[in-house]
């Protein structure tokens, strides 16, 4: 098990930038898959991106070519830097550590994300 945290989201105009963080409470070398969900008022929560140990990603259609997963073994963090922003793109942000996208895994609290048109 993990504990992660979530911050950096916050409040921003459409066309701007944030990056998020999530910070593991232990080493992420052997998770086997970091993702970034969210979910907007009235909607299911949305996988957004993901990327596995070995470094593939996977983005939601909404969201590529402008957002960016990494994850950095070292600093046991991950991160979703997010450009061109939309109004659309308004939720709370969750991290997520699976064992394969789906699985239940282990899940931080949440961080609030707000783009104003």
């Known amino acids: 098990q993990v504990q992660l945290v979530e911050s950096g989201g916050g409040l921003v105009q459409a066309g701007g930038s944030l990056r998020l963080s999530c910070a593991a409470s232990?080493?992420?070398?052997?998770?086997?898959?970091m993702s970034w969900y969210r979910q907007a008022p009235g909607k299911q929560r949305e996988l957004v991106a993901a990327?596995?140990?070995?470094?593939?990603?996977n983005y939601a259609d909404s969201v590529k070519g402008r957002f960016t997963i990494s994850r950095d073994n070292t600093e046991n963090t991950v991160y979703l830097q997010m450009n061109s922003l939309k109004p659309e793109d308004t939720a709370v942000y969750y991290c997520?550590?699976?064992?394969?996208?789906?699985?239940?895994?282990?899940w931080g609290q949440g961080t609030q994300v707000t783009v104003s048109s």
């Open positions: 990327i596995t140990r070995g470094g593939i990603t």
């Open positions: 232990r080493s992420i070398f052997s998770i086997n898959v």
């Open positions: 997520a550590a699976q064992a394969y996208v789906g699985d239940n895994g282990d």
